[in-house]
C-alpha cells in the first residue's frame, strides 16, 4: 500500500491556480522585470504547475527552491503539490498532507458508500467538508504569505517594501504554526473515517510535533504583536473590514452570511490584540495556553478572511466554471459557518490565561 496515496492523491491544480491568481496576485507579480522570463502570460505558471502534477505521479520528483527566476508563488505551489505524492512526508508540507488525507478519505468514502444501500453520508460529509476547509483556507493563506515575499523583495519603493515585510513576518509564524494543529486535527477524522487507527501508516504523524506550535507562537506574539504594539495586527483588522466592505456591497444571500461571520471573527482578533498588550509584558515567558490560542485566533480568522475573499471572486466568475465556483462557495460558507467560531471560545480562553498570568505576578 506503500505507493496507494500517490495513486489516489490528484494536485489541485485548478484550485491553486484560482487562489494564485485571484487572491495573491499572480498577474502582478510576474510582470515584475526580475521575472521577464516567465513574460507576462499566467499561462506559463499553468504549465509549470500541470507539468509537476505529472511529474508527481513518478517516483523521485523534487521540491524546488526559490531563486530568481520564479516567485516564492509559484513554488510554493509547485512544492505543494511534489509534497502531495510523495509515498512518506519527510518532507511534506501540511496543507499537502491535509489534502491528501481529504483526498484519500473521500477516495475511502465513495467506496464505502457505492457497496451500501441506503446509508447516511451526513456524518461522513461533515468530515470531509472539514477537511476540504483546512486545506482550502490553508493554502489561500500560504500562498498569500508568499505573495507578500515577493511583493517584499521585488519593490523598488522602499516604503511597499516594508508593509509587505511586516505583513509577512506577522502571517509566517501564523500560516506555519496554525497548520500544524489543522494536520494532527485532519490525521484523526481520517481515521475516524477508516475506522481504524493506524490509519495510514506512511502519514508518520510523529513528524508533526505539537512543540512546534509554541515556537511559532512564542514568536508571533513576542516578536510580531508586543514589539510593535499590536501595529501589523491592526494593518490586517483594517484588510479584513475592507473585505467586510466588499461582501456589504455585494449584497448576496452568500456574501451577508459569510459576512457575519467574518464580523465576529474579526473582533476576536482585534479583542486578543487588546488583551495581550493590556495583560502580557515584552519580557514575559510565554505560557503554552497563551500561545497556542493566541496563534489559533490569528490563524482562524486570518484564515477566514482568505475564504471571504474566495467567495467574493467566486461570485464575480461563477458563470466560467459553475460547478467549481458553487463548490468554492460552499466550503467558504461552512468555514465561516463551522470553523471560525472556535476563535470566539479560544478568545474566552485567551482572557482567562492572561487574567491567571496577572494575578500571579
Known amino acids: 500500500m506503500a505507493n496507494s496515496s500517490a495513486m489516489i492523491y490528484s494536485a489541485p491544480v485548478k484550485d491553486m491556480l484560482f487562489v494564485m491568481n485571484e487572491l495573491a496576485g499572480l498577474s502582478q507579480i510576474i510582470s515584475w522585470p526580475r521575472y521577464s522570463s516567465l513574460g507576462n502570460d499566467a499561462s506559463a505558471i499553468s504549465k509549470i504547475l500541470e507539468k509537476a502534477a505529472s511529474d508527481g505521479r513518478r517516483v523521485g520528483?523534487?521540491?524546488?527552491q526559490s531563486s530568481q527566476e520564479l516567485p516564492r508563488l509559484v513554488t510554493t505551489a509547485y512544492n505543494e503539490i511534489v509534497d502531495g505524492g510523495e509515498a512518506f512526508i519527510s518532507g511534506c508540507s501540511n496543507i499537502a498532507l491535509i489534502d491528501r488525507i481529504y483526498q484519500k478519505c473521500l477516495h475511502h468514502t465513495q467506496a464505502a458508500f457505492n457497496s451500501q444501500v441506503g446509508g447516511s453520508r451526513s456524518d461522513e460529509s461533515r468530515k470531509l467538508f472539514v477537511m476540504r476547509s483546512f486545506s482550502e483556507s490553508l493554502r489561500a493563506l500560504g500562498y498569500y504569505s508568499a505573495s507578500l515575499h515577493d511583493a517584499m523583495t521585488s519593490s523598488d519603493s522602499s516604503h511597499i517594501t516594508g508593509v509587505n515585510r511586516a505583513i509577512f513576518e506577522f502571517i509566517s509564524p501564523v500560516s506555519q504554526g496554525f497548520s500544524i494543529g489543522l494536520?494532527?486535527?485532519a490525521a484523526t477524522i481520517g481515521a475516524q473515517i477508516h475506522k481504524c487507527w493506524n490509519f495510514t501508516p506512511e502519514i508518520e504523524l510523529s513528524k508533526i510535533s505539537e512543540k512546534d506550535i509554541s515556537i511559532w507562537a512564542n514568536d508571533?506574539?513576542?516578536q510580531k504583536t508586543l514589539r510593535d504594539g499590536g501595529a501589523v495586527g491592526?494593518?490586517?483588522?483594517?484588510?479584513?473590514?475592507?473585505?467586510?466592505?466588499?461582501l456589504q456591497d455585494s449584497g448576496s444571500k452568500n456574501a451577508l452570511i459569510i459576512l457575519q461571520h467574518l464580523t465576529v471573527g474579526r473582533k476576536a482578533l482585534d479583542a486578543s490584540i487588546d488583551c495581550l498588550l493590556k495583560g502580557i509584558h515584552p519580557g514575559a515567558v510565554i505560557r503554552g495556553g497563551i500561545g497556542a490560542d493566541y496563534l489559533q485566533i490569528c490563524g482562524l480568522v486570518l484564515s477566514g478572511w482568505q475564504m471571504a475573499r474566495a467567495a467574493l471572486a467566486a461570485e464575480r466568475l461563477r458563470d466560467q466554471?459553475?460547478?467549481f465556483y458553487e463548490a468554492k462557495i460552499m466550503t467558504a460558507k461552512f468555514f465561516m459557518a463551522n470553523i471560525l467560531p472556535r476563535a470566539q471560545a479560544l478568545l474566552v480562553s485567551l482572557i482567562n490565561g492572561v487574567g491567571d498570568e496577572l494575578s500571579e505576578r
Not at 491592526?234 to 466588499?246: A, G, W
Open 321 to 323: 466554471d459553475n460547478s
Open 220 to 222: 508571533l506574539i513576542l
Open 234 to 246: 491592526r494593518v490586517l483588522i483594517r484588510k479584513i473590514e475592507k473585505t467586510e466592505d466588499d
Open 183 to 185: 494536520a494532527l486535527e
Open 61 to 64: 520528483s523534487n521540491r524546488i
